[in-house]
């Protein structure tokens, strides 16, 4: 019986490496009908027939992965992380399976969990220059600029020529406020390919904000003759218009952005500005309003909207949008102010009170909400109170404060 028992071993051995070899083929085949399935547009009857797969061999990583990976398309991402977790379970060395997770950790905003996923990857496959640029997209997104430049400097030293690796450094350099250093990255680029209109574009965001506007006028010109269809450079060209005073040509630039792409609630945001200083109010609103459909957390548009309908006699939609950005922004002495001043058109003094009281409690040298408080305490009569926040508002600029302390105060 003793010299029976080893090929009895052996021939269960056997068996069970048949049945694993039979059940792995069978899970392979199920996931490729879940492909043919997927690209039929029947996502449920492909996530039917991954499940299936995974049920057949659950010890198969390319199934978890494919059943993950429709999940994330579908929405479900903390279903394909667990989907995930059990592939890196049994497969803990692939460097694209957390690659896959890091990604999907960022739809979930788990930005370090995703960071040390590429790491992991990184360190798993260390010459995978996409790797290192999926991990630097993520920092930069995650406003961590440090290590982004950092990781970015090392790529450009084994790629000098790498135009994309350039601008993305360029890019870091203006997210950190240095205009010059960002400057001299474009022009690198520039010098490698004079040609791609997206550097000159670039190139006149860093004179932008080194305040060289006529240089950034040129740069942008530059971009939109290389490229007539590129919104951006018109929408940037416009702001350098603005600046350089020349209003007709910045709001033709706006027409000619918004044109080229209506999907941009910043462009339409600036053009507004322009409507606005124009004395086009209703344009702006309408503007303010399109800004907001596509971004309906956009404070500075709501904020602005609400100064738009307030000149345009609708308070209740002034209203609407100033308890809207204070909403947003519960710590933003303006939308205070410009609630107070709401609240002063009905002759509400007190409730205005209230709203100065808390912009003057974020920022004490507000000029505007100490003054248009003086005012209101004026109203109810409480000339001490009154005459103590205009002299506190000149003290902090305000012209109109002088004007009104000479009406109300000489005494």
């Given amino acids: 019986m003793a010299r029976l028992l080893p090929f009895i071993l052996s021939a269960l051995l056997a068996t069970l490496c048949r049945a694993q070899?039979?059940?792995?083929?069978?899970?392979i085949q199920l996931i490729q009908q879940g492909d043919i399935q997927l690209r039929?547009?029947?996502?449920?009857?492909?996530?039917?027939?991954?499940?299936?797969?995974?049920?057949?061999?659950?010890?198969?990583?390319?199934?978890?992965?494919?059943?993950?990976?429709l999940l994330s398309r579908l929405g479900q991402n903390t279903q394909a992380l667990a989907d995930m977790d059990r592939a890196l379970e049994l497969n803990p060395y692939s460097e694209w399976i957390h690659d896959r997770r890091a990604k999907t950790r960022m739809l979930v905003n788990d930005v370090k969990g995703a960071m040390d996923d590429w790491s992991e990857a990184i360190e798993l496959h260390p010459y995978d220059e996409l790797l290192r640029e999926h991990r630097v997209d993520a920092w930069i997104g995650a406003g961590d600029l440090e290590r982004a430049a950092a990781d970015l400097d090392s790529m450009i030293y084994r790629k000098p020529y790498d135009v994309?690796?350039?601008?993305?450094?360029?890019?870091?350099?203006?997210?950190?406020?240095?205009?010059?250093?960002?400057?001299?990255?474009?022009d690198q680029a520039a010098g490698i390919s004079p040609r791609l209109a997206i550097i000159h574009d670039l190139r006149g965001l860093a004179l932008m904000k080194m305040k060289r506007w006529s240089d950034a006028l040129e740069a942008l010109n530059k971009a939109l003759t290389l490229h007539d269809r590129f919104d951006l450079a018109y929408y940037n060209r416009g702001l350098v218009h603005l600046q350089l005073g020349d209003e007709g040509r910045a709001r033709a630039d706006m027409d000619q952005a918004?044109?080229?792409?209506?999907?941009?609630?910043?462009?339409?945001?600036?053009?507004?500005?322009?409507?606005k200083r124009d004395g086009d109010l209703p344009g702006a609103q309408e503007d303010y309003d399109r800004a907001l459909e596509l971004a309906p957390d956009y404070l500075e548009a709501q904020y602005n909207r609400a100064f738009v309908r307030k000149h345009l006699g609708d308070h209740a939609g002034a209203f609407a949008d100033v308890e809207r950005a204070i909403q947003l922004a519960p710590d933003d002495p303006d939308a205070?102010?410009?609630?107070?001043?709401?609240?002063?058109?009905?002759?509400?003094?007190?409730?205005?009170?209230m709203c100065y009281d808390r912009a003057i409690g974020l920022r004490p040298d507000q000029a505007n909400a100490l003054f248009n408080r003086g005012l209101a305490y004026?109203?109810?009569?409480?000339?001490?109170?009154?005459?103590?926040?205009?002299?506190?508002?000149?003290a902090s600029g305000s012209v109109r404060a002088s004007d009104a302390l000479t009406y109300f105060c000489a005494f």
């Fill in 336 to 353: 205070w102010t410009m609630k107070g001043n709401l609240h002063m058109l009905y002759s509400e003094h007190d409730e205005a009170i």
């Fill in 164 to 186: 994309l690796l350039l601008l993305k450094r360029g890019s870091v350099e203006l997210q950190m406020g240095n205009g010059p250093q960002a400057l001299e990255r474009f």
């Fill in 258 to 275: 918004l044109a080229l792409s209506q999907d941009k609630a910043h462009v339409f945001f600036q053009r507004a500005l322009v409507r």
């Fill in 40 to 69: 039929l547009g029947n996502s449920e009857q492909a996530l039917l027939h991954y499940t299936n797969a995974i049920q057949k061999d659950m010890a198969f990583a390319d199934a978890y992965m494919k059943r993950a990976t």
């Fill in 21 to 27: 070899i039979n059940n792995r083929l069978e899970s």
């Fill in 378 to 394: 004026h109203m109810t009569y409480r000339p001490m109170q009154g005459c103590e926040d205009l002299r506190r508002a000149e």
